[in-house]
């Protein structure tokens, strides 16, 4: 019930592509929802998260979108560039005194030139 | 944007040697620090929560024995790996949580045990 799982675990585009990563959940109890992006040999860096109370959230070029009925939650990368090429990590807590993230299983993501 | 610093960023050690790494939250005040274990091109293993003050708490499987946890003061927490043999080599991250709960991770730190 804890379990986060992503799906692709790769994904190659050209540039300019919309790279779509999609994460689903069970644990109903979760309400904090966010994605991290990880370069080799760095750590994670929180990209951006949502709430269960929105259903979209845009920052530049990265949107997430939650479905909370269907318990899954999405990264779209509009106008993918090169440097996007990453390792990205969908993840989700809920408030149990602390808030310990679960993360899912990560996509690779690559685009071409 | 909040910073977590990590200290070594790699370090090599002898296998029955204790390795010590630094987490630093430069930018706001952390009860709540984590640490985490990455093997290659795998997603990151919570191993135990960092609470300022009072004892970790360790995911089960984590030996606490072996993995050190102090959390001193309210942007440090530091975790020591004792005894290292080479199947502790791994990415260890550490994340601090923000006043508004969001999670900030440091840049990890490689140990190779030889």
């Known amino acids: 019930q804890q379990q986060v799982k992503q799906s692709p675990q790769s994904l190659i585009v050209q540039k300019g592509g919309i790279p779509i990563i999609n994460c689903a959940y069970e644990?109903?109890?979760?309400?904090?929802f966010p994605w991290y992006q990880q370069f080799p040999g760095k750590g994670p860096a929180l990209l951006i998260a949502i709430r269960p109370d929105v259903s979209e959230k845009k920052e530049g070029r990265f949107t997430i979108s939650f479905n909370k009925s269907a318990k899954q939650f999405s990264l779209h990368i509009m106008d993918s560039q090169p440097g996007d090429s990453a390792t990205y990590f969908c993840?989700?807590?809920?408030?149990?005194?602390?808030?310990?993230?679960?993360f899912g299983s990560g996509t690779r993501l690559q685009v071409q030139p | 944007g909040a910073v977590v610093s990590q200290h070594p960023s790699w370090v090599i050690c002898k296998s029955g040697t204790s390795v010590k790494i630094e987490c630093r939250s430069l930018d706001f005040q952390a009860t709540t620090m984590f640490w985490y274990r990455q093997f290659p091109k795998q997603s990151l293993m919570l191993m135990a929560t960092?609470?300022?003050?009072?004892?970790?708490?360790?995911e089960q499987g984590v030996e606490k024995d072996k993995f050190l946890i102090n959390h001193a003061s309210l942007t440090l927490s530091t975790l020591t790996v004792t005894s290292a043999h080479p199947e502790d080599s791994s990415f260890y991250i550490c994340s601090a949580q923000s006043p508004g709960n969001e999670q900030y991770f440091g840049p990890g730190t490689r140990l190779t045990v030889t």
């Open positions: 960092s609470n300022e003050g009072s004892k970790a708490t360790y």
């Open positions: 644990n109903t109890a979760f309400d904090y």
């Open positions: 993840a989700a807590s809920w408030d149990t005194g602390r808030r310990a993230l679960t």
